[in-house]
Structure formats: C-alpha cells, structure tokens
C-alpha cells in the first residue's frame, strides 16, 4: 500500500508564510501529475495547484502570486510554499499523486491563519 504522508501545517499569523511537504511512503512510478487541494469547514474542496509530470503548473486564482508548488520527481514528493497567507487560507490541505493505475491522496494537514 502507498501512503501520502503530509506536514508542515501549523498555525500562522496573517502575512506569514508556511512550506507543506507531501511524500510517498513508497517509490510510485509513472506520476502523470501532482497537485494540492483543500477544504475549509463548511465549504467545498477546491483545488489550490497542481504540477504535471512535465512541470507545468496551475494555480486557483485566489492563490496566484501567493502559493508555489515544487515536486522532487526521484523522491516522489511535492510542497506547497505558501506566502502572504489570509484568513481565507484556513483550511484542511491535502496532497495527491495522480497515476496510470490510481490516485492517491494524504490525510490531510490543517493549516490556521489568525491573528
């Protein structure tokens, strides 16, 4: 079995910035691409980033200029570089890894923006 293990959440004041990392807990082969959703309470997931196997990235509007995604191909791991966070940025954020033979997803890892 393949397991997404995130971290990096915390708790941040208004303007500050936080770096999530996603990683494999096994070597996945054939990642088509990599991206970073998130769910805040009573609201519908949205998608943050992603970033393909060819590095093309995507950003929702709400976080463009903000958020940065990166990937390490050879470790099977992406982040997520979150700056000038806001309160609107309060949220459960998961990591996905998308294959040819199924999506895998991470338990999620909150992230707080208050003053």
């Known amino acids: 079995q393949v397991q997404l293990v995130e971290s990096g959440g915390g708790l941040v004041q208004p303007g500050g910035s936080l770096r999530l990392s996603c990683a494999a807990s096994r070597r996945i082969f054939s990642i088509n691409a990599m991206g970073w959703y998130r769910r805040a309470p009573g609201k519908q997931r949205e998608l943050v980033a992603t970033?393909?196997?060819?590095?093309?990235?995507n950003y929702a509007d709400s976080v463009k200029g903000r958020f940065t995604i990166s990937r390490e191909n050879a470790k099977n791991t992406v982040y997520l570089q979150m700056n000038s966070l806001k309160p609107e940025d309060t949220a459960v954020y998961y990591c996905?890894?998308?294959?040819?033979?199924?999506?895998?997803w991470g338990q999620g890892t909150q992230v707080t923006v208050s003053s």
């Open positions: 970033i393909t196997r060819g590095g093309s990235t």
């Open positions: 996905q890894m998308a294959t040819i033979v199924g999506d895998y």
